[in-house]
């Protein structure tokens, strides 16, 4: 078990360019979350994947903000046009959907992302 | 949907106080109910989780009780170290099957 994985841990643009972030969930767990942290406060919930499916997006993922998972492993987050609003941690979690509500997400370390 | 009031912080303890961080939630259907612990610069670890009324869960000497007549899962420890210096996430799983999370907590140990 290595854990989730996040790549970049850091990653500093400027306004108005894209950027994309991925995640590799523990091996075996079919659900996939991404979560919004900023200074100071709780992860706010994005989207969620069950295997390649997106099952469920959050208010707060505009237009501008895209997830795929397409083989129901990894999966990339992509940004367009950043604004400094989108500064904020990013962290990626997984999950064994096998007991429902039971099952605890696991996190990975998170992309930092700054926005100048 | 769900949602969690944490006590605010910083708490502040010496080293060996007795730690209580009350969390109180509200959420649709029967939730499994988590503690979450963040340290800086990294994601959540899990710390311990009940899934049904007057469970205890327990880990690394923290413990917490599902109290479904207070919609309470209050965290305690008994005696706190610098290392427990950290953030505290109550969190709620019910309806959609994501955990909700509240501000969260600041703990902070002195010597």
């Known amino acids: 078990d290595t854990g989730v994985s996040q790549d970049p841990r850091h990653k500093i643009t400027k306004r108005g360019q894209n950027v994309t972030f991925r995640c590799d969930p523990i091996?075996?767990?079919?659900?996939l979350y991404w979560y919004r942290q900023t200074l100071g406060q709780g992860p706010e919930f994005l989207t969620y994947?069950?295997?390649?499916?997106?099952?469920?997006k959050s208010r707060l993922l505009s237009d501008r903000f895209s997830a795929e998972r397409p083989k129901g492993s990894f999966s990339t987050l992509e940004i367009q046009r950043t604004e400094q609003g989108d500064s904020a941690m990013y962290l990626c979690?997984?999950?064994?959907?096998?007991?429902?509500?039971?099952?605890?997400?696991?996190f990975g370390n998170g992309t930092r992302l700054t926005v100048t | 949907g769900d949602s969690v009031t944490q006590m605010e912080g910083p708490v502040t303890l010496s080293e060996e106080a007795f730690l209580t961080i009350n969390c109180t939630y509200t959420?649709?259907?029967?939730?499994?109910l988590f503690w979450y612990v963040q340290y800086p610069g990294e994601g959540l670890q899990l710390l311990l989780k009940?899934?049904?009324?007057?469970d205890k869960g327990s880990n690394k000497g923290f413990e917490a009780t599902y109290r479904k007549e207070t919609t309470s899962f209050h965290l305690e420890k008994g005696s706190v170290q610098v290392s427990d210096s950290a953030v505290y996430f109550c969190?709620?799983?019910?309806?959609?099957?994501?955990?909700?999370f509240g501000t969260g907590t600041r703990l902070a140990v002195r010597p």
């Open positions: 091996s075996e767990h079919n659900r």
């Open positions: 979690a997984s999950s064994l959907d096998g007991t429902g509500r039971n099952s605890p997400l696991h």
């Open positions: 959420a649709t259907g029967y939730p499994s």
């Open positions: 969190a709620p799983k019910s309806s959609g099957d994501k955990l909700t």
């Open positions: 009940a899934t049904k009324a007057d």
């Open positions: 994947f069950q295997n390649e499916a997106q099952l469920e």
